[in-house]
């Protein structure tokens, strides 16, 4: 079985499935190679990671939190947007359960900060499967998934992730219950929402190319706004304060994003049907 030929090779040649597979698996030691460089880099920096970042939404002057107090006096409304103090105390109740959280945090920063290497690794293995068309119609693939998930994790981190944190550590059924929180349960709740909103920032690039596929079009996305629009306030509703403001804030930037998939598959849609005219002239 004979496979599409490898990135760079200049022989035209296609690639067996054993090349293809040894194609693949450099691609993914580099990748490796790149998150541990990323890891040693958070590791080196671990301290200030954890108490001002990790932990900096548990903060009482957390950037969000004075923000938001500000905003709210600004607006004439006293303290309504202001956050509770968060009143958890922290626990490891395993034996390595410290150290499990410190070496997951310096390796998915690692990953983070290793990104934009790890994808472009991933586009050379996928690049050469792509005609010239649809390689000219990816320009600038690499930078824009880039920027859209390191805008989605910043999103994640300051808005998400100490609204879902001061919520549940406020969040109370009886006076006589203490929250205590183990430090892997508060890392495995935080992480996949700063991650989740990095990979949720890709909805217009993942519109843009269904598009060129024809799976969706600017037409349904517009007739579903409303629905979409309303799962996104549900959604924003589950993870802030039982206020209409909160949720706002939270859906503004999911609604936006929606606008653009949206307008790009406007974009996509005119530019077949130019392609279209031209073919038939």
């Known amino acids: 079985m004979k496979f599409f030929k490898a990135a760079g090779d200049r022989t035209n040649k296609e690639m067996s499935f054993i090349q293809h597979l040894d194609e693949l698996r450099s691609h993914l030691f580099r990748s490796a190679v790149a998150i541990s460089v990323g890891a040693i880099v958070m590791w080196s920096f671990n301290k200030f990671i954890i108490k001002s970042i990790l932990m900096g939404p548990t903060h009482a002057d957390f950037p969000t939190y004075t923000f938001l107090c500000r905003v709210s006096q600004y607006l004439g409304l006293g ?40 994808f472009w690794q991933f586009w050379r293995f996928i690049k050469p499967a792509l005609t010239s068309k649809e390689l000219q119609n990816t320009r600038g693939v690499i930078f824009w998934v880039s920027v859209l998930f390191f805008m989605g994790t910043l999103f994640g981190y300051f808005v998400i992730a100490p609204y879902t944190i001061n919520f549940f550590a406020n969040f109370s059924i ?13 890392f495995n709740t935080i992480v996949p929402l700063i991650l989740g909103a990095g990979l949720a920032f890709q909805l217009p690039l993942v519109m843009f190319f269904l598009a060129k596929i024809g799976v969706v079009s600017a037409t349904y996305l517009r007739s579903v706004r409303r629905y979409a629009i309303l799962i996104m306030l549900i959604l924003a509703g589950i993870i802030t304060p039982p206020d209409m403001l909160s949720q706002i804030i939270c859906t503004i930037p999911l609604v936006i994003l929606y606008e653009i998939s949206i307008l790009l598959c406007v974009k996509v849609e005119k530019k077949q049907k130019q392609q279209e005219i031209e073919e038939w002239s």
């Not at 105390?89 to 390796?107: C, D, E, H, K, P």
Request: proline share 2%; glycine share 8%.
């Open 174 to 186: 009886d006076d006589n219950i203490e929250n205590r929180w183990t430090i892997a349960s508060y």
């Open 79 to 118: 303290s309504k947007l202001c956050m509770e103090k968060i009143a958890v105390n922290m626990q490891s109740n395993t034996v390595a359960g410290q150290f499990g959280v410190f070496f997951n945090i310096i390796l998915i920063g690692g990953f983070i900060l290793a990104f934009p290497y790890v």
